[in-house]
């Protein structure tokens, strides 16, 4: 199971904080990844993080969002700083392997106003 919290409304600047609690799979052992969906469109990688911590983030988050877990807690997060409209959408987290991912879960609504 995968759930993400911690999303809501923001002014453009603003700073959030994804959280992601996970259960039911090896967390410790899987390479993960947040993911933002907007409407009419397909799911986007925005960040992703190994097992043992490295992580990487889109071009278009680099500076601004940071992926980080704690596989003592089965968490990920994602902090989010200097918001932008464009930022705005469903964020999801899940398994970064396609073929070992679980159910999708309802995401967190992030939504950033200008």
């Known amino acids: 199971q995968l759930q993400a919290f911690g999303g809501g409304l923001v002014q453009a600047g603003g700073s959030l904080r994804l959280s992601c609690a996970v259960s039911g799979i090896t967390f410790r052992l899987s390479d993960m990844g947040w993911y933002r969906q907007v409407p009419g469109k397909e799911r986007m990688l925005v960040a992703h993080i190994t097992f043992g911590g490295t992580p990487w983030h889109a071009l278009p988050v680099e500076g601004r969002f940071t992926i980080s877990r704690d596989n003592a807690k089965n968490m990920m997060y994602l902090q989010m700083n200097n918001l932008k409209p464009e930022d705005t959408g469903r964020y999801y987290c899940?398994?970064?392997?396609?073929?070992?991912?679980?159910?999708w879960g309802q995401g967190t609504q992030v939504t950033v106003s200008s």
């Open positions: 899940n398994v970064l392997k396609r073929a070992s991912r679980g159910p």
